[in-house]
């Protein structure tokens, strides 16, 4: 039972380069979260997703787009990167939305240059 | 706009000690409290969830309390262990998640020292 697996673990960039995270869970959970974690800022909402097919900005959203194609995947899109989203990305499920408690990945590592 | 803070920042004690870590918020309107822990390069673990309606959670050596009214829960570790080095970060909830998230803390670092 693997729970909530993020790929890449870690990942280069240059300015401007694009990619993709991808967060995948097997325990059949409908909410899906991404987080981003910055020293002294604490984690971070970027986006939510309540259910295939629906997404919602979080606190953070500006320079990212999600994608929730089916129940257990939820990926994270950096168009255009910019140093600023030099960060630890972390994805979360939980069961439905308002049962609380949160299951996090093990984050995916990025650096912009 | 919900603020969490966590005192100490940082935490070092000897093996076997109790300890209490502190935790709070600026709008008591909150649905639920989330205790995580997290270690070096890792993700977090959920520790307990405390309900609004509720006063505490055990699991283990861990309590958590939370008072409400005032804004304030703390994470009670009894006779510590050096397994028990980790940050650990308290996050509330104004819905239970969905798009408004949970607003975490910066959280405490704790060393327990062999």
């Known amino acids: 039972n693997a729970g909530v697996t993020q790929t890449p673990k870690f990942q280069v960039l240059k300015t401007g380069q694009s990619m993709t995270l991808q967060c995948a869970q097997d325990?059949?959970?409908?909410?899906m979260y991404w987080y981003r974690q910055d020293p002294g800022m604490g984690l971070r909402l970027i986006y939510y997703s309540a259910s295939e097919g629906t997404t919602d900005k979080g606190e953070v959203p500006n320079g990212y787009n999600v994608s929730r194609l089916n129940k257990r995947e939820f990926s994270l899109r950096l168009e255009s990167a910019a140093p600023s989203q030099t960060s630890v990305y972390f994805c979360?499920?939980?069961?439905?939305?308002?049962?609380?408690?949160?299951?996090f990945g093990e984050g995916s590592r990025l650096t912009v240059l | 706009k919900q603020e969490v803070t966590q005192i100490p920042a940082a935490l070092s004690v000897p093996e076997g000690e109790n300890l209490v870590l502190n935790c709070s918020f600026t709008d008591s309107a909150i649905y639920n409290l989330q205790w995580f822990r997290q270690d070096p390069g890792k993700g977090l673990t959920s520790l307990l969830l405390i309900q609004s309606s509720q006063r505490e959670q055990t699991s283990g050596r861990l309590n958590a309390s939370l008072d409400k009214s005032s804004g304030r829960s703390t994470l009670y570790i009894a006779a510590s262990q050096p397994g028990d080095s980790a940050t650990y970060l308290c996050a509330v909830s104004r819905s239970g998640g969905g798009a408004d998230g949970l607003t975490f803390g910066k959280g405490t670092h704790l060393i327990i020292q062999p």
């Open positions: 979360a499920t939980q069961r439905v939305a308002n049962t609380g408690e949160l299951f």
């Open positions: 325990m059949n959970h409908n909410s």
